[in-house]
């Protein structure tokens, strides 16, 4: 069993050759370890330039070593960064050395894990570490900056607070009616409960944004053999990725792509063309694309725009499973004009690549 008592030490930076690599230590024993390593005193909060020694005194490195007494450290507890050359062998040789001198290795997590149950972090912003960490564009980094700020538990405490309020009033109502004590009237406490719940309803949206900014959009591309459904993905992907030919049925099976649009990974998924009858292999590659349906954000409808009634009503009732729905007239070069469309439908081509910029926006704006 790990105790929390234990000191822990791990590698900080990423795997691999770089200028600069991080030993980091957390626990009661952080800084005495440290200085055996650095054979010197360390004092809080300053830089050292020291050597980095092993067991024998002879040199492992030289870098900058920084101790931060504990509460004032990332955990809440003693902490010291060993900052070395990045080279995996040196950074290797510092973490056995701290292990030698009593440091358990960390587990995945611990250091933030600490800080949470020291009370430097809360759930969610301990959360949002990992998902920093993870971001791959700059919209998913500020939304995981935000809530490591605090910005989201600091909105929900509110909301929290807010109710609690309106069930004393409540509940001063009921228990002391006949008291001459002030309360709110009962449309103020309607009219405040009104607005706790849409601030709840539009926080609600922006976590369920942030996940998808965090897990990627879960796109979906349904429609009728032929309508240009692998083309499109194809366009999207920026890749010939599916087999592309004039033959009905060509996909049969799902074919996943994680494409990123304009900072936005999504999953990209072509699936076989919806229509009656079909060989045994056809139908199953239908029944999975509606089953894939049912865990999608979007459903991207792709019709032929010379005639976009064929497969319409098949294409409808199979997004319907979906979360969205948007329309794609696809092919629409080989129109002479354009007759207008509703407001969740476009024309594109996934041939010349025209109002693949509109469908770009309109995902971004799902995501």
């Not at 952080?30 to 200085?35: L, M, N, V, Y």
């Not at 001459?180 to 103020?188: H, V």
């Given at each position: ?15 691999g ?58 955990t ?11 080279s ?7 973490l ?6 009593g ?12 800080a ?7 759930l ?11 971001a791959?564009d ?12 605090g910005?989201?538990?600091?909105r ?31 449309a ?18 922006e ?20 309508a ?46 919806l ?49 969205r ?9 080989l129109l ?32």
């Amino acid at each position: 069993m790990h105790a929390a008592s234990d000191t822990i030490v791990a590698i900080a930076t990423a795997a691999g050759a770089a200028g600069v690599g991080i030993v980091r230590l957390s626990g009661p024993h952080a800084r005495t370890i440290a200085e055996a390593v650095c054979a010197r005193r360390l004092r809080a909060r300053h830089a050292h330039h020291v050597r980095f020694r092993d067991a024998d005194g002879a040199t492992l490195d030289d870098g900058i070593a920084l101790w931060f007494a504990a509460p004032a450290s990332f955990t809440g507890e003693d902490a010291v960064e060993l900052q070395a050359h990045g080279s995996p062998a040196v950074l290797q040789e510092l973490l056995a050395r701290c292990v030698a001198l009593g440091a358990r290795l960390a587990r995945p997590g611990e250091f933030s894990e600490r800080a949470f149950l020291n009370g430097k972090l809360d759930l969610a912003q301990a959360e949002a570490v990992a998902d920093l960490i993870a971001a791959s564009d700059a919209r998913s980094a500020r939304a995981a900056r935000r809530a490591l700020d605090g910005v989201f538990s600091r909105r929900v405490e509110a909301l929290a607070a807010d109710v609690l309020h309106l069930r004393v009033h409540v509940e001063a109502m009921i228990d002391f009616a006949d008291e001459p004590i002030e309360t709110l009237g009962a449309a103020d406490v309607r009219r405040r409960l009104d607005a706790t719940r849409a601030a709840l309803a539009r926080l609600l949206q922006e976590a369920e944004r942030g996940q998808k900014l965090r897990d990627g959009l879960h796109a979906v591309l349904v429609g009728p053999p032929n309508a240009g459904k692998s083309s499109l993905l194809n366009a999207l992907a920026g890749s010939e990725r599916a087999i592309v030919t004039d033959i009905a049925g060509t996909t049969r099976d799902l074919l996943r792509e994680t494409v990123r649009i304009d900072g936005l990974e999504m999953t990209l998924v072509d699936t076989a063309g919806l229509h009656a009858g079909g060989d045994v292999i056809e139908r199953e590659g239908m029944r999975r694309a509606e089953a894939e349906l049912a865990r999608a954000d979007l459903a991207l409808v792709v019709l032929d725009a010379r005639d976009p009634q064929a497969g319409r009503d098949a294409a409808q009732a199979a997004a319907a499973r979906a979360a969205r729905t948007l329309w794609l007239h696809n092919k629409a070069d080989l129109l002479a004009t354009h007759p207008s469309l509703g407001a969740d439908a476009l024309y594109v081509s996934a041939t010349t690549g025209a109002g693949l910029d509109a469908l770009h926006a309109r995902l971004r704006g799902v995501g």
